[in-house]
């Protein structure tokens, strides 16, 4: 070692910093080419236009609508889903319990699994076995529920988003003083109504931002619709359960490998992930200002 | 045990895991009466003080063996509901904790749980808890403000009001006015006494000035075990275990 | 104070129990039913698989090709994918029906041809779905005796045509390489950035870096695969002089920017959550900032990097969309990472929607979704059980 010591120093500084400045650059590149790329193209036409010409001009309407039906689907039953079992782990089992760190392993677990097996899952349980059973009992076996569908892609969805909203509500439920629960308890309320008046409006922030995270993550991902409700193109939006959707990420998707002329529709494309991108960022600031806002009053 | 006993335990253990908190406590409160539970911290007196309601009931590890029994009844018997014992024996914790709600929110939380609907009554539960309160005056005109924008010494008297609103027949007070300027713990000590005509109050303190003020009956605690309980005057005057006087002569704690 | 029955209440409480629970039985079902599609494969019949069964490969020829007529959804891209030769030389190269890179060339490219899915472009400017030739190569038939797992473990991977392979080894070896080079990548870079923000950097430049390189774990995965797609390929391809656009390499590159915020969220929180008095210990006795930082900090934290690291590889394995779009998606069993690849998770995205419902393509794809899931689990538990209990075994639980 005959290299100066102050060099080293000079040296680690330079690559653990570069490597950060480098992601950083990375990006900001990424968001710039995408902006540089789409906003030329970004008209109110644009949004609120159907594509025509064999999807090689006009706008993205159905798919911004596709996408906005799906992700309240999902919400309307991921959200429920999600607030009661953090409620369950936080205030019905201790953090010691075996159920409770069986119920947290599951939830981590489930976090990890890639968003295509869950598009597995939901072609294999929700159109097979549900929508199946459904159209055997109910239409003789006439195909009806056993097909992709809004619905079947939106549950499918709320599963894979389901993780975020646990941990979001969690950690908003931990904000809530014990010293109140205990007032409530003390004062004779049950556990139920404790959680129900005071445990609960408590936590609505956390709740939201739970329900916020989920949306940008649901409104971002691909994979699990892939075969479980998306469409290519559809003339008109979904008006039920039944229906498939256009969806922004899955037309970009299309339109970047499939479209009849890809250079042609460049402007397309990248418009159209400039929309998706504004959306899930929109959505990740308004979360991370409402954290923000409950860490200061989890700090007071 | 006679008409003026309240509170009586006999046996009373408690363990949180391996630990033995607390000792074979026997210990008979009197009714009407303030008693005073001293000790240096760690001794067990706030952890009595939460077997008289159940409380402890909340932490998973804790163990109680023996019984406390209310107006003649074990509480810790099976067929007994924590929920409707505590609507007879309340608490005041240490730390103030209005809910974040309105004043008038806060006192009527425990008697809309106890399923009084009613405006009109509502309305006069909660000024006559706030009068028993010795809150009343300050805040009549403004019920609708948040019951967390009041000072520490009123957060502790809205508590106190809270917990009066569900007509209790006992309080338990878990170190009351330790958060609180001298001034306001005068406030905390005075209503004390009023409360007495009314209640049976049980008093967790870390002041034995405070003790020897409000008290009736004092009990001495040291480690987990009830070392010497008796009238307030005598425990201070001339107690009759060595471990007492030490702590009330100031040689540890 | 008798005990007085609270019926709601009760059942509430226990609606809640259930509902909790459900997330327990959410990971059960998918096991199930994942693994229920795909237990077939063991009663199947070997020659089944290697295609000896004309009636089904010919029948899920058809019965795509129909479906491509029936559905609005699905039929005009696969109608229209075979026109979308590229007609620039670089979209050639994205092709995978090049003869000179695949081992069993005629049936290769026959595949090609028939798989409907043809996410890929270029498919054989002579046929389509409808005028493939089918001839039935050697390989096939010397296959044809053999058990199933020696089917699964070939290494072709050609689900459509008249005599369908499942060799699943070019799939798993896409997958392995695109993880590979993501998580080169991304380790280091990820790490190094951790350990800037949470030790080296100023405060200011921590609040700038922290939230940006966060940011970029809210890019969509198919914004991710756009940007490799349309820009990032072109630029490796000019800048490394490469034969094919699309390949390993770019899809690695491309993964590595979903996992790089992965493993520094981890790293970073790791890093933080190293007591203090750690530190001060060392800088106390005289040792420079960073070599504090490298021979105190970071040993500290490596449970929780390697965690990170772990969940890193998860999600480079199981992602998919980045790989559907910017690999090539070639099932190609070569060493070289420059050529295009067809990974696990890909195959199942591509090839899915276009299958029919109980044939052994489509229990195949079930059995890739198994292996997929399988992994993500193993790679989970450990750094769920194993790391995050030693880590707070080490700081009181802390972490």
Redesign the interface.
Known sequence: MNIPKKWVGRGVALVTGGSAIATVVLVLVVIGIIVHGGAGHLSKEFILGSPEQGMTEGGIFPAIMGTFFLVMLMSLAGVPIGTITAIFLNEYVGQQSKIGRAIRFAVNTLAGIPAIVFGLFGLGFFINFVGGGADRVLYGGALHWAQPNILWASLTMALLTLPVVIVSVEEAIKTVPRDLREGSLALGATRLETIWKVVLPQSMTGILTGAILAISRGAGEVAPILFTGAAYFLPNLPDGLTDQFMELGYHIYIMSTQSVDVEATKPIQFATTLVLLILTFTLNFAAIFLRWHLRRRALR | MNESTKILTRDLNLHYGEKHALRHIDLEIQRNHVTALIGPSGCGKSTFLRCL?R?ND?I?SAKVTGTVE?DG?N?YAK???P??????V??I?Q?S????KSIFENVA??PR??GIKDKKRLEEIVEKSLRGAALWEEVKDDLAKSGLALSGGQQQRL?IA??IA?DPEVLLMDEPASALDPIATAKIEELIWQLKESFTIVIVTHSMHQASRVSDTTAFFYMGEMVEVGPTQKIFTSPAQKRTEDYITGRFG | MKKRIRLGEFLIEKGIATVAFGSLGAIVLIFLFVFREAVPIFTMDARALSGGHESISSSGTTDSAKATGESESYGDPVGESESYGDPEPVGAAESYGEPEIVGAAESYGDSTAADSSAKDTSIATSGGMLGKPPPPSESTVSEEGGSILSQILSGNWQPVGDHPKFGILPLLAGSLKVALIAILIAAPVGIFAALFTSTFAPRWAKEAMKPIIEIMAGFPSVVIGFFALTILASLVQTVFGLDYRLNALVGGIAMSMAVIPLIYTISEDALSAVPKHFTEGSLALGAPLWETNLRVVLPAAIPGIFAGVLLGLGRAIGETMIVLMATGNAALLSPSFVEPVRTVSASIGAEMAEVVFGDPHYVMLFVLGSILFCISFALNAVAEIFIRQRLMAKFGGAS
């Open positions: 309601n409380m909340l998973e209310v009844t509480i067929d007994i509901d929920v409707l014992l505590r609507r007879k309340g608490m914790f730390k904790n209005p809910f974040p939380y425990g749980v106890h508590c809270r917990a569900v």
